[in-house]
């Protein structure tokens, strides 16, 4: 199981960018990288999944060099709800596999 | 997205008594659940692997007789813990992987349940 390192903490300001990178030395093969949000009393939320380059969808993107020892979460133009914790998770498409969370990244935005 | 729901969303009980925590994949099935914990300020914790129709698997530290788990549909996970004391309070979150496609999956995580034992 790939274990997952992030910056413990960000803080930004509204209407900027945010890059929350995630390192993942071990990944296998068969591993896809996977963020979550979580808020305050609730269950992850699931942001966005890829393998490797770049994935876009409505909220996020992500970007995963060739190595893939790493990958980079982006999340244009913060506002204020994107306060949150962001988990990077990696997980194998093929067998049992659990996610094992790490410390994940206490993101605060401020006005 | 997938919706799993968890039932009850807070529950507070006496120390010594047994509580029943459910999960539930509303709109899919789900052979396999997850059940973490969390502690405040603290990352999730897994504590089992549940399958439908098959025992859970158990983390490494999570005591199995204490924290039943039992899969019996396959839209229906429920954790028990049982004989709870205070140190077993915490934030209870149940989760279900979906197949997404191309031999992916995503993981769908309900909102969890806050157990207070008194």
């Known amino acids: 199981l790939a274990k997952t390192t992030q910056p413990i903490s960000m803080d930004s300001y509204e209407g900027q960018e945010v890059n929350i990178t995630c390192s993942h030395n071990?990944?296998?093969?068969?591993?896809?990288i996977t963020w979550y949000q979580q808020f305050p009393s609730q269950g992850p939320r699931f942001i966005i999944q890829g393998y490797k380059t770049k994935v876009t969808n409505e909220v996020a993107s992500l970007f995963i060099p060739a190595d893939r020892k790493s990958s980079t979460l982006s999340l244009p133009r913060v506002s204020l709800s994107d306060t949150a914790v962001y988990y990077c998770?990696?997980?194998?498409?093929?067998?049992?596999?659990?996610?094992?969370f790490g410390t994940g990244t206490r993101l605060k935005v401020l006005a | 997205g997938a919706v799993v729901s968890q039932h009850p969303s807070r529950v507070i009980c006496k120390s010594g008594t047994s509580v029943k925590i459910e999960c539930r994949s509303l709109d899919f099935q789900a052979t396999t659940m997850f059940w973490y914990r969390q502690f405040p300020k603290q990352s999730l914790m897994l504590m089992a692997t549940?399958?439908?129709?098959?025992?859970?698997?158990?983390e490494q530290g999570v005591e199995k007789d204490k924290f039943l788990i039992n899969h019996a549909s396959l839209t229906l996970s429920t954790l028990t813990v049982t004989s709870a004391h205070p140190e077993d309070s915490s934030f209870y979150i149940c989760?279900?992987?979906?197949?997404?496609?191309?031999?992916?999956?995503?993981?769908?995580f309900g909102p969890g349940t806050r157990l207070t034992v008194t």
């Open positions: 549940s399958n439908e129709g098959s025992k859970a698997t158990y």
């Open positions: 998770l990696v997980g194998s498409t093929s067998g049992t596999y659990k996610y094992i």
């Open positions: 071990n990944i296998a093969t068969n591993d896809y």
């Open positions: 989760s279900a992987r979906v197949p997404a496609g191309g031999h992916t999956y995503e993981q769908y």
